[in-house]
Structures are given as C-alpha cells and as structure tokens.
C-alpha cells in the first residue's frame, strides 16, 4: 500500500457495494452437445501418441473431428499448450478472448476461441479428470487463461540470468523444429497459452497471480475436440507441479503424454461440422 494513496472518498463504500455486471453474457454462444462428443469419444481410437520431456516441448497435429487427450504419465506435472490452425498460422488460439467469454480457468463443455479476425472455436473441452477440483478457499483452479507462459525475458528482468529452457522458449525450439525455420522466426507466432493442470488464482489482499501445487496425479488427463485442423505445441513447465517455483532447474518435473484419438466418423454424422470463421464483415465503420 502506497503513502500517496487517494484518501477514500464519503460514499467510498457505496461505490464499493454497486453489484458487478458480466461484460460477456455466454448464453447465446453456439450450443456444445457435450453427450455426443463424449459419445463420440467412445468411439475413438489412438492414432498418434508424443511423449513431451520435462523442461522441454513438442509439436503434434490434430485432424479436424479428432480428439487430443494430453495425460500425466509420471509424476505431477503442468503444461503450457499452443494452438494454430495447422493450414494458417494467423490463426491462433486467443487466451484473452477465451478468459473474458467462460472465464479465468477452463472448464468441460468451454471452448479454446481462436485470434480476430477468425473467433471462432479451435477447440472443445470435453473431458476432465480434474473437474471435481472446482474453486479452492484461496480462490485457486485448474487449466487456466491468465498466465502468460514463464519466459527468458521476464526471468532476466527479475533475475538477472539468461534462462533457456522456459516454456517460451521450449515452445519457440519445438515449433521451429517441426516447422524447419530459424528460431527467430519461430518465435512471432508463440503466444499467450492454456496452462493445461496448473492450479492459480488471484490473492484477494494484492490481487497478484498465484500458483500452487497442481492436484494432477498420473493418468489424470484433459481432452480437447478439434473443431479445426490443429498444430499443437506442449511444453511440460520446467516448474513440476509448480507448487514453488517455475523456470528451474532444481524442481521435480515429468513427461507429458499427448494422443491424438481419431472417432468413427459415424459418430460425428449429422451433428457435426467445422464451425466457420466469425461472420463480421470486416468493415470497421469505413
């Protein structure tokens, strides 16, 4: 708290007291039949599997009607997931439009929305082991959209040091791998991420964001449905579980499992199809 701080006003608490309005109203967002997804997931089969080391990441690829199941294998662990459109770049997952539609942390039935001028869904949550954890005392929750991803740039500015194996710049190497580009090139496209099993919040004194412990246990596992042709990038947190300390060397961290499950396309007939690019016709007012 600030000495210079504004000495509160008569009605302060009356200010205080006027009741909150939600800025995004969701009841009119399309409709996600959650029952047929997941009978659909019944169906599925395992078409491809990657193994994500800790402190480093992977590029993986989901067809359009598929399903991505990432699982903790070992050991609890956290991951910082990228979404693009595997057939556009410029399309990717938008954390800061998904956190303001469903709100802070993702949860079964919500969608990952991707970047203007596209908004539309990249992906659907359809199964979470974790959905029992709910909101915790500390106001903590699983699989959020506020953190940023830990990077080299911030740990300099707080540290001093040169950091390499961040999730930003374990997502840059992976990208830049499967795509066979220069680093530097890489590195425009990773973005603001899902935090697949991390548990965070903010506190309720400083309204800092906060981690703790992640309640992930071996087979525990999120699965996504592919509205889109997806490229995929999953970085296993160099920080474990992150219940002290992301960008390290020294906390307990595991691999990753990431399966691309591929359905009966009769479970998908005539219910289903691609959703497409936002309708808004782009004139801006000119």
């Known amino acids: 708290m600030t000495e210079l701080q504004t000495a509160p006003p008569e009605d302060a608490e009356a200010r205080r007291a006027i009741a ?54 070992d050991g609890p662990q956290v991951g910082d ?40 869904p990249m992906a659907s949550v359809v199964q979470d082991s974790l959905d029992w954890y709910g909101i915790d005392e500390f106001g903590g929750s699983v ?46 496209h990773v973005h603001d991420v ?9 506190t309720r004194d400083t309204g800092q964001y906060f981690m703790k412990a992640s309640p992930v246990r071996p087979g525990d596992s999120l699965t996504l449905f592919a509205e889109i042709p997806l490229l995929g990038a999953l970085s296993a947190c160099p920080g474990g579980d992150c219940s002290s300390e992301h960008s390290s060397d020294t906390a307990a961290c595991h691999p990753l499992k990431v399966e691309v499950l591929t359905p009966d396309p009769d479970s998908l007939s005539g219910w289903w199809t691609s959703p497409p690019r936002n309708g808004y016709n782009r004139s801006h007012g000119l």
């Open 81 to 120: 997931l990228n979404l693009w459109n595997a057939q556009d770049l410029s399309e990717r997952f938008y954390s800061g439009k998904t956190r303001a539609l469903h709100g802070s942390h993702v949860n079964l039935g919500d969608r990952l929305w991707s970047s203007f001028p596209h908004l539309r």
């Open 194 to 202: 899902l935090n697949v099993f991390m548990c965070t919040g903010f």
């Open 143 to 188: 699989h959020d959209v506020i953190g940023t991803r830990c990077d080299p740039y911030t740990h300099n500015l707080l540290a001093g040091d040169h950091y390499h194996y961040c999730c930003h710049s374990n997502l840059i190497r992976a990208l830049a791998d499967h795509l066979g580009i220069a680093a530097e090139d890489a590195e425009p």
């Open 20 to 73: 909150p309005v939600i800025c995004y109203p969701n009841d009119t967002l399309p409709h996600i039949d959650l029952p047929a997804y997941q009978a659909a997931l019944t169906t599925a089969e395992v078409t491809d599997t990657c193994l994500i080391p800790p402190r480093d990441a992977r590029c993986f690829e989901a067809p359009a009607g598929s399903f991505v199941r990432i699982t903790s294998v």
